[in-house]
């Protein structure tokens, strides 16, 4: 896992660690923290020298025709505060969340006419996430291909996304 504290004088410290513990040491202090696991393939980062601006996003693949790559499987948690105490031992349980999400699809052609390919793209998915809110970024979104695979009269394909664009994160009208 990634640590990265943020103190409140602006200094940041990053900090590594297995998934199940941390030792570290810090200056005394009050931090916020943003926590993830690491490597992320497809996924790169952006705005993390402060802690509100931190985003996780999936680059695009096509920037004209707005294709942008799947992400693969994504964990973040977010802390507002934590307390430095000197000489004394701060304990702590973080429970990351799962910011990717896996869409599965099956069709089952039962039309007479022979169907020989079936490709697909999803629409309107989640491009960008802001770290400290686990929210989308607003206006981040795009499309994403869809690997398909048949089996006899059945397409199926599934996809890895951080999520759905719903209607109020795109329209705030």
């Not at 996924?43 to 999936?58: C, M, S």
């Not at 206006?139 to 996809?159: A, K």
Request: glycine residues 8%.
């Amino acid at each position: 896992m990634s640590l990265r504290f943020y103190a409140a004088d602006g200094q940041v410290y990053d900090m590594e660690s297995d998934t199940g513990s941390f030792r570290g040491s810090l200056p005394v202090g009050n931090y916020r923290v943003l926590l993830r696991n690491r490597p992320t393939p497809g996924i790169l980062f952006r705005g993390d020298d402060r802690f509100e601006t931190a985003e996780a996003y999936v680059p695009a693949v096509s920037r004209a025709a707005g294709l942008v790559g799947q992400p693969d499987w994504f964990f973040s948690a977010a802390l507002a505060s934590c307390g430095i105490e000197e000489k004394k031992e701060t304990r702590l349980t973080v429970v990351p969340k799962p910011m990717v999400h896996r869409i599965t699809f099956r069709v089952k052609v039962t039309d007479e006419r022979p169907v020989e390919s079936v490709s697909g793209q999803l629409q309107e998915v989640v491009t960008a996430l802001n770290l400290s809110t686990g929210k989308p970024v607003p206006q981040s979104s795009g499309e994403t291909d869809i690997p398909i695979s048949r089996e006899d009269e059945t397409f199926s394909g599934s996809v890895l996304v951080f999520n759905i664009v719903k209607k109020e994160d795109s329209n705030p009208d």
